[in-house]
């Protein structure tokens, strides 16, 4: 498989203007970075964010605005580097190196289902744009435990088709998990392309319910990632599929042949760490 890696140009950081910040919760930021790189950014890459003296941690780019040069990104504050993410604010800067990774493959005229869950919807805003631009037309699933975590759903129902938000408590849209509505929306038979982004349990049971429904999908795996260029193995799954290079984003019936696929990653120091 070709490598999405870039040159010896973008694994260097590059000090970028943040333009753009927004808090659309109290545990969800987004930020819009000025970088030309950044800015052609396909659906489903990610970038390495750098913030000096905390760390550097990968981040799906959520969409671009490529005549203005910028990248958005939706961050959900859980640790030190995220939470300090929050703590941005127009005109800082930001370490940023990539787009890395194999971006979401979107044939001609697809009609899509994009099923995304918490921040894993985020990137499927760029993929809604892909897929206009090739002709197709575009469903997306976006689901939260409850309606205060279900964030952009504005710019969703202005880029997309037709919108099905869910809510695990029923406080929003659809009362139940993602995997009900795309199991229903299947049944229509009136898709020929899935795409999903999030919690791999999550994608597990969507890549399951595609596969029934005999419809092609693809999957966008997250590892614990430190080079983001393939060099580390870090972020490797199976026998060698470096979630950097030769994901994030891939066809779900290679990710079912990895063993670690629904059931395990490994942590910073390697060790196997149970999915949650
Ligand atoms: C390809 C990819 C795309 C991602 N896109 C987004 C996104 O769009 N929005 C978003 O909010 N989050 C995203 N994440 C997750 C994000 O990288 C973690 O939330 C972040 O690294 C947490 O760092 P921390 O210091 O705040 O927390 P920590 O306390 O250091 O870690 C909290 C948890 O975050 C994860 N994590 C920490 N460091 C890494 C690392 N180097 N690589 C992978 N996972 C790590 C682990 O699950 C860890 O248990 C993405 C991860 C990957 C691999
Ligand atoms: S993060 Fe994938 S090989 Fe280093």
Redesign the pocket.
Known sequence: MPSHAGGEALARPRAARIVAFERLSDR?VAFEVADPHLARTKAGQ?AMLWIPG?????????TVDPERGTAW?????????????GRLKAGDRIGVRGPY?RPFAVPKAAKTLLVGGG??T??LLAAVDEVHATGGTATVVPGARTKDLLVWLDRFEAAADAVHPCTDDGSLGHHGFTTGKTEELLATGAFDLVLTCGPEIMMVKVAEAARRHGVPCQV???????CGVGVCG??VMGDGVR??VE??CIPAEVAERLPDWGHY?R??DGNKMPL?
């Open positions: 969800h990610f905390v760390d550097e941690v990968p981040m799906g780019v959520s990104f939706l961050v959900l504050e859980v640790g030190d580097c995220t939470r300090a993410m990774g921040t894993g985020a990137p966008s795996v997250e590892r614990w990632m430190k870090s972020c979630a950097c994901g994030p990653h942590g910073p949650h």
